[in-house]
């Protein structure tokens, strides 16, 4: 679904971008509903069968569905045409905030409990096994791939003016969004999957990578709120309608990445600091009883040599 530059009128105002229109909904937007449907037919599936599937998990990917929807299924994806703020919601939803909601409902395990064994399914489960063991799943799943899409995603869209060449192709607007869903996904797999991975990053390298992140957004969301008006070409023109200057619409938007785009990654550092304390505590009480028993046999040890000492005759030297 292809969609262009929209006259605004001078009735424009906030609502407008959360308004739903039917005939707008974007292909992604079905996507959406149609993700969120099959996963609920999963979960029921289970349930009916009288087997155990996580409530929270459920909620977390259909809230994840509901975000996916929100950036691409309502009037934000109309008015992304002529609003940069418009377009970073866009992408900091797709990117950072609906990806971590969808890996947390763990819908690979889903899969393969719901898919049949038999005909058709296990080609489904054969081909979704043989892509997560995959070479190339465990290079993408690196942790510096989300460092990366953070760096073309943003400063590399913007600071180079492409995000301007891809708005001006016939569907690149749609494009831009399916591909931001889709590294989102695979970039924050490492940090917030509950699926086995080929790869799991270690706590240090988790937090480096959340670090980073934070930074090229924080760079990214400076430069918009300090940079002149006319950064991007496709952007010259005033949002006529709206009310506001194209200069307080970018500083929205740098304002929407320090904080928006910057909370998904505050959470990350603070889960994996706590993740890292409760497994070196494991850790420990795992090793406190070898090392007791090691230091209950070392002290025998000690007892028997004093006591080989203590009975055997002291000799008197001559004077």
Known sequence: MIFTSR???????????????????????WLAIASALAYLAGAISLWVRGRSWTVPGTISFVLGCAAWFIATGLGLNAHADELITALIFQQLTLLVAAPPLLLMGSPGTLLLRTVPHRGPGRLILRAAIGAQRSRAARVLLHPSVAIIVAIAAFPGLYFTDAVSSVLAIPGGH??????LLVFGVIGGAPLWALDPLPRKPSFSVRLVGAFLELQVHALFGLVLLRSASGMLSWYAQEPEGWGISRALDQSLSGSLVWTYGQLPLLIVLIVTLSKWRKSDMRFARHRRPAEDAALDEYNAYLAEVAAQDSRQPHTKGSV
């Open 7 to 29: 006259a605004l009128t001078n009735t424009l105002q906030l609502s407008d971008l959360f308004a739903f229109d039917l005939a707008s909904v974007s292909l992604l937007g």
């Open 174 to 179: 749609q494009m831009l969004l399916a591909l």
